[in-house]
Nanobody, 127 residues
Framework: QLQLVESGGGLAQPGGSLRLSCAAS????????IGWFRQAPGKAREGVSC????????NYADSVKGRFTISRDNAKNTVYLQMNSLKPEDTAVYYC????????????????????WGQGTQVTVSS
């Protein structure tokens, strides 16, 4: 079964850090672009960051530039999102995603399409 599994979410204080992981099972992540998205209560899902399959290009939302870093470890079949200088407005469910042409509903990040999602991990930034 093909799966994306996020982990690493939790509670952080403003100014703190968290590292999210997106692990793949059933397929090799390094063949695919990977994106991180987030959705806060009552808000639309938005692209946070994404990286191409060959890691030649990364993209960040303006709201996280300079604070978040996306990276991939192909040996571990995992993509990471390092989140530093967290703000309360970063509070959301974070999802990793890729494109597998399985849905007519998709989101964009960095000009790339994403339509296959993990279950999400909650990030809460609060003092």
């Amino acid at each position: 079964q093909l799966q994306l599994v996020e982990s690493g979410g939790g509670l952080a204080q403003p100014g703190g850090s968290l590292r999210l992981s997106c692990a793949a099972s059933g397929f090799t992540l390094d063949d695919y672009a990977i994106g991180w998205f987030r959705q806060a209560p009552g808000k639309a899902r938005e692209g946070v960051s994404c990286v191409t399959a060959d890691s030649s290009n990364t993209n960040y939302a303006d709201s996280v530039k300079g604070r978040f870093t996306i990276s991939r470890d192909n040996a571990k079949n995992t993509v990471y999102l390092q989140m530093n200088s967290l703000k309360p407005e970063d509070t959301a469910v974070y999802y990793c995603a890729t494109y597998r042409a399985v849905s007519s509903s998709y989101y964009y990040c960095g000009g790339l399409l994403f339509d296959y999602w993990g279950q999400g991990t909650q990030v809460t930034v609060s003092s």
